[in-house]
């Protein structure tokens, strides 16, 4: 089949933007014909897509819509006359951005849009289980869970560590995502906090938050409050753009992936981390106890004593650890491409044949 893709926009180290690329690999090699098309692609990514308004409905038998904020191509999208499949990746409640920031209105003009446009299309794949339920609720048909991101090949590549900070192989945590304020990374701050009161200075692991800061005045404030807990030599910030090299070095060096995010839409580095064998420990909210499994522990509080306390369990219980790298590779079978590109097919040839 002709199964093209439109997303308003495709951006380099972006989930989403990955999981079209990844989408696209997946289609061709099924032997379907397929093009992204969009409204605004990165410098890097142009010549791997076509403009939005070249695409012709009659040469192309399904699109794909991804989903994931507000965008002004509502209109074109209506007026387009084929087949249409929302691919929908999440939308953060915009509750969780202050007032005007420019993510809340976007944020809510997206909700807006998932919510209105469901009589236009002939069916949805939600990313996570998650995900589903937004679909389901608003009335979208054919709607099913496939997970459209889990590109494995980035991860094969040769480790690297970084330069801009300096860490021990097996004697750091990692906190991987952006720095914004509904990731809660000073949950995790003050966690440290605790736990160095517990171990002692020489025992305690460092701390590295990796990953942009879309909140810069967040970043200045958890800055602040590492230096207000003295914890300027534990907790280390890395505000380097992460290569592919970098973030292979994080998870295969590190000794679990720690998360106190309020919402999570699918969490991708969870099944990056169950690549590398590598335990998670996290909030249980929203989509993360669908993505991780068995493969960490989840926590029903953000409370950092409570972190603090796992965390200790977790250093000294080696047969704990050995459990969750066991379970962290059981975990990574489902998202296996040969399951996922079946369950895509399967899934583009009923569509297909219900009309």
Known sequence: MRVHQFTAALATADGVGSGVLFTRRLLRKLGHQSDIYVADADPALRSEVKNYQTLDAAACDILLVHHSGGHQYGDWLEAYSGMKVMVYHNITPPEMFEDFA????????????????????????????????????????????????????????????????????????????????????????????????????????KLAIVGGATSPHYLQDLQKYAAYLELDDTVLFSRAKCSDENLLWYYQNSLALLSASAHEGFGMPFIEACYFGLPSIATATTAIPSTLGESGIQLSTADPLVFAAVLRRFLRDSQLQNTLRSAALAN?????????????????????KSK
């Open 332 to 352: 990574l079978q489902r998202f296996q491409t040969k399951q996922v590109a079946k369950a895509l097919n399967d899934y583009l040839y009923r569509l297909s």
């Open 102 to 205: 420019p993510e809340k209105t976007m944020t809510e003009l997206g909700i807006d849009q998932l919510n209105n446009w469901s009589n236009a299309y002939d069916g949805a794949i939600a990313v996570s289980d998650y995900n589903l339920r937004d679909l389901t609720s608003n009335g979208y048909q054919n709607a099913i869970t496939i997970p459209l991101l889990v590109d494995f090949t980035r991860l094969e590549g040769n480790p690297t560590p970084p330069a801009d900070i300096q860490l021990t192989a097996g004697n750091f945590f990692l906190v991987l995502g952006r720095i914004c304020e509904n990731k809660r990374q000073h949950l995790l701050i003050e966690a440290i906090h605790h736990l160095k009161t517990l171990l002692g200075k020489q025992e305690c692991p």
